[in-house]
């Protein structure tokens, strides 16, 4: 595709259970981000992906937050044991990167609500 | 760690009227990149303008300008003949030879 997809657009769970949020990012982009946004707030930096490299996991807010990036394209976000405060809109952005950090292309998010 | 600020929360602007978007950041690099996004209530964040750090020039898409002070780390967005449209939360970010960073956002309120 032509930009970057995230599905499911909407994700409803009960607390307690575990989620996985999927992004597909653009072709040929090596960098990827993960961040959080709760209603009307900023950016939450979650974990960043560049090539080969180890990611950058400084972001997960607990160790119920994880994701992986498989054959340096699409990447799942996983978070277990789902609490009420997750809830929030998940974005994803990939980025060409050749030894610098370009912009970013945003995905459309996936929205979770947890109950 | 690299920091990108924006120290105003929430500005408003009358229509057809000029409103500026602070941001200011910390870094030792000498070549990096600034981005300004927009983010409307549909959440898709928007690329508005790019500036690479080693261009005196400042960047100009259309309405939207920046004011880009290397020496002082300030990149303000200029917004001119403000449109009812133009309402949203903007992220100043900053990349380089690390992961991008935003600030915290300004979230634009645009008056009729």
């Known amino acids: 595709g032509a930009g970057v997809s995230q599905s499911p657009s909407n994700k409803v769970t009960e607390k307690g259970k575990d989620v996985e949020l999927r992004c597909d990012p653009i072709?040929?982009?090596?960098?990827l981000y993960w961040y959080r946004q709760s209603l009307g707030q900023g950016l939450e930096f979650l974990i960043y992906?560049?090539?080969?490299?180890?990611?950058?996991k400084s972001g997960l807010p607990s160790d119920r937050f994880s994701a992986e990036r498989t054959g340096g394209s699409v990447s799942t976000l996983t978070i277990q044991r789902t609490q009420q405060e997750d809830s929030a809109v998940y974005l994803c952005?990939?980025?060409?990167?050749?030894?610098?950090?370009?912009?970013?292309?945003f995905g459309p998010g996936t929205r979770l609500t947890v109950t | 760690a690299q920091t990108v600020t924006q120290s105003q929360p929430e500005m408003s602007v009358q229509e057809a009227e000029t409103v500026t978007l602070s941001c200011t950041y910390d870094?030792?690099?000498?070549?990096?990149?600034l981005f300004w996004y927009k983010q409307p209530p549909s959440r898709q964040m928007i690329l508005v303008i790019r500036?690479?750090?080693?261009?005196?020039q400042n960047a100009t898409e259309n309405r939207f300008s920046v004011n880009f002070q290397k020496a002082a780390k300030s990149f303000s967005l200029k917004i001119s003949d403000s449109q009812l449209g133009d309402a949203a939360m903007y992220f100043c970010?900053?990349?380089?030879?690390?992961?991008?960073?935003f600030g915290k956002g300004t979230k634009l309120t645009v008056n009729p």
């Open positions: 500036q690479e750090a080693y261009k005196q």
């Open positions: 072709s040929g982009h090596t960098a």
């Open positions: 870094t030792s690099e000498s070549d990096y990149y």
């Open positions: 970010g900053k990349g380089g030879s690390e992961k991008l960073v």
């Open positions: 992906f560049q090539g080969n490299s180890a990611p950058d």
């Open positions: 952005a990939s980025s060409l990167t050749s030894g610098r950090v370009y912009e970013q292309y």
